[in-house]
């Protein structure tokens, strides 16, 4: 991705909002980004719609003007967003675009993640019996490996209660209370060794973004923030993955693994040179193992480093800074434009009160999905 | 219980021997020899065989809320509604396999303790026209044998 520039993020709020639709989200998070960019709609040359719930999210163009343009609705379970902004930047790379836009919008019920096992080609039996359950996922990868690396549940408590707090500077968040380590630890499980608190929900919400050709960028914007890379890789034999009624024993790195190392690749920086990351965070586990999985910690630093306030909006690698998935809910086809909107304001420097520290230049986003994807986005000014 | 009919979750699964000794059907692929459960008859080049009734415990984790139904068909009353855990179990046959576990208190589950295969009732469904209720069983790891309290998972995995 040495072609592609963001010359413009936009962002509906997470959280409930009743009686309001998803796709009516989805093309207020449109007019923001394309607001931000300073172009119009009919400027647009196509566009890449993602959602869970929104069978056609492609007929958002219908709140915006039937200029007649491609549009494409894409859906990869979590890593949905990802595949908006991939194609909308492969299809400017390409030459068939000079303005493409990428918008995701979701609106899920209460409670966790469910469905038909039928949907991922799983058997009955194992809906019926209980395992068809995401979280069990999150659960089972967290409780080896603290096992195995030496994690403590009050360093779980110590990354849930810094995305709250994260997400209480966050006037776009969902959950904007802050909340101490002891009431996260103390608050009951989900699933053993998570609590209630230690886990992002389903909500609602919608973020889009604007791209652009690079060498056109300036004329658009002032502070275009380049797409140094985007990389998506799915699981490989081996891979301990969600929703999995059997698994080689021979194990092999989680796809999160490969997709960085191939974001780095192409983007020609190194972990040590990233200065804010979003890191998917479905469960306080989850960003703790992550952190290594893209390079930033050896398995086991964690512990410290999270200690230390390495993760903290003031520290040497902020995570999260505008609360993750844990602050902000999870709709699905916006989960990852919302990471990118965040990176995007860090970079420009206008994040507010939670603007890091420091330099800020190197950005880096990630998603893990079902049913075994990483996606990776490295940004730089 | 005389006029309870026992009814395996699902066909195909395991088997079930009037000795209690009980085993998953597995597929070994001819080529790669990899193993895959449940068994996918479908395939061609594949062998059913057995697994292991025993193996270790690769790491477990809890549900302690009610899972939504549909799919779920056990118990979804939350006042009757019981913690369950599940976890997977590694076999000899480099394979990992993923079922519900017979104790759910995690100060009795420890990553690497030995395990093995059991049926377990699952639901109990009434009867059509007045015939016998069924019981529906369905798999399960127990441990094999009680392990000590412990305090914190050790790194001995």
Same mark, same amino acid.
């Given at each position: ?14 959280g ?7 796709? %009516? ?10 607001? %931000? ?13 993602? +959602? ?33 902004? +991939? ?6 790379? =390409? ?6 836009? #990428?918008?995701?919008? %979701?609106?899920?019920?209460r409670g966790a ?20 359950l995401t979280t069990h996922f999150f659960g089972m990868k967290i409780n080896r490996y603290m096992a195995?690396h030496g994690i403590t549940p009050g360093t779980l408590a110590k990354v849930a209660a810094k995305n709250f707090r994260n997400g209480a500077l966050?006037?776009?968040a969902w959950r904007r209370e802050p909340m101490s380590e002891e009431a996260i630890l103390a608050a009951p499980y989900l699933n053993y060794p998570l609590t209630k608190f230690m886990y992002c929900a389903p909500d609602?919400? #919608? ?9 056109? #960028?300036?004329?658009?914007? %002032?502070?275009? @923030? =380049? ?18 009624? +059997? ?12 997709? *960085? ?12 040179? @990233? ?6 965070d479905t469960d306080a586990g989850s960003e703790v193992i992550?952190l ?10 964690q512990e410290k480093l999270i200690a230390d306030g390495h993760t903290e ?6 995570v999260n800074?505008?609360g993750g998935l844990m602050a902000n809910g999870e709709?699905?086809?916006? *989960? ?29 986003? =990630?998603?893990?999905? +079902? ?11 | ?13 395991? $088997? ?14 001819? /080529? $790669?020899?990899?193993?895959? &459960? ?19 415990? &690769?790491t477990w984790t809890t549900q302690q809320f009610v899972p939504?139904?549909?799919?779920? $068909? /056990?118990?979804?009353?939350p006042a009757s509604f019981e913690a369950y855990a599940v976890g ?10 993923? /079922?519900?576990l $017979?104790e759910s208190d995690p100060e009795l589950l420890t990553i /690497? ?25 369905? &798999?399960? &790891? ?7 309290p412990v305090a914190s998972q050790g790194?001995?995995?």
């Amino acid at each position: 991705m040495s072609g592609v520039s963001i010359i413009g993020v936009g962002m509906h709020p997470f959280g409930r909002f009743p009686g309001k639709q998803a796709m %009516d989200m989805g093309a207020e998070a449109i007019r923001l980004a394309l607001k %931000d960019a300073g172009v119009g709609w009919e400027q647009v040359q196509r566009a890449y719609a993602g +959602s869970l719930v929104v069978s056609n999210p492609d007929a958002v163009v219908g709140k915006l003007g039937l200029t007649g343009i491609p549009v494409f609705g894409v859906f990869n379970g979590c890593a949905t967003a990802h595949i908006a902004v +991939s194609l909308a930047a492969e299809a400017i790379e =390409h030459g068939k675009a000079d303005i493409a836009l #990428a918008v995701g919008f %979701d609106k899920h019920p209460r409670g966790a993640f469910s469905g038909e096992p039928a949907v991922l080609g799983l058997p009955e039996w194992y809906g019926e019996t209980g395992m068809f359950l995401t979280t069990h996922f999150f659960g089972m990868k967290i409780n080896r490996y603290m096992a195995m690396h030496g994690i403590t549940p009050g360093t779980l408590a110590k990354v849930a209660a810094k995305n709250f707090r994260n997400g209480a500077l966050n006037e776009l968040a969902w959950r904007r209370e802050p909340m101490s380590e002891e009431a996260i630890l103390a608050a009951p499980y989900l699933n053993y060794p998570l609590t209630k608190f230690m886990y992002c929900a389903p909500d609602e919400g #919608a973020a889009a973004v604007v791209l652009c050709r690079r060498d056109l #960028a300036s004329r658009y914007s %002032d502070s275009p @923030v =380049h797409l140094a890379a985007a990389e998506l890789r799915t699981r490989r034999s081996g891979a301990f993955e969600v929703s999995s009624p +059997s698994l080689p024993a021979a194990s092999v790195p989680s796809p999160t693994v490969y997709a *960085s190392a191939a974001a780095y690749e192409k983007a020609g920086i190194g972990p040590e040179d @990233v200065h804010v990351a979003q890191l998917q965070d479905t469960d306080a586990g989850s960003e703790v193992i992550h952190l290594a999985e893209n390079g930033f910690c050896a398995d086991g630093d964690q512990e410290k480093l999270i200690a230390d306030g390495h993760t903290e909006i003031g520290g040497r690698l902020p995570v999260n800074t505008d609360g993750g998935l844990m602050a902000n809910g999870e709709p699905i086809g916006a *989960s990852g434009l919302r990471q990118i909107h965040e990176i995007v304001l860090q970079l420009r420097g206008r994040a507010g009160a939670r603007q890091v520290p420091g330099p800020h230049s190197v950005g880096y986003t =990630h998603l893990y999905g +079902s049913p075994g994807t990483g996606a990776v986005t490295i940004l730089t000014t | 219980m005389s006029d309870l009919m026992k009814l395996p979750v699902a066909e195909g699964l395991f $088997t079930w021997p009037p000795d209690g000794r009980p085993q998953l059907i597995a597929s070994r692929h001819r /080529g $790669t020899g990899a193993v895959t &459960f449940p068994a996918d008859p479908a395939q061609d080049d594949v062998d059913e065989i057995l697994l292991s009734r025993t193996g270790t415990l &690769f790491t477990w984790t809890t549900q302690q809320f009610v899972p939504p139904s549909p799919p779920y $068909t /056990g118990e979804t009353d939350p006042a009757s509604f019981e913690a369950y855990a599940v976890g997977y179990v590694e076999l000899p046959e480099g394979i990992l396999v993923e /079922g519900r576990l $017979t104790e759910s208190d995690p100060e009795l589950l420890t990553i /690497g303790q030995q395990m093995e295969l059991v049926l377990v009732p699952f639901v109990e469904r009434p009867g059509a026209d007045g015939g016998p209720s069924r019981e529906i069983l369905t &798999f399960a &790891f127990a441990p094999v044998a009680p392990v000590a309290p412990v305090a914190s998972q050790g790194v001995e995995a």
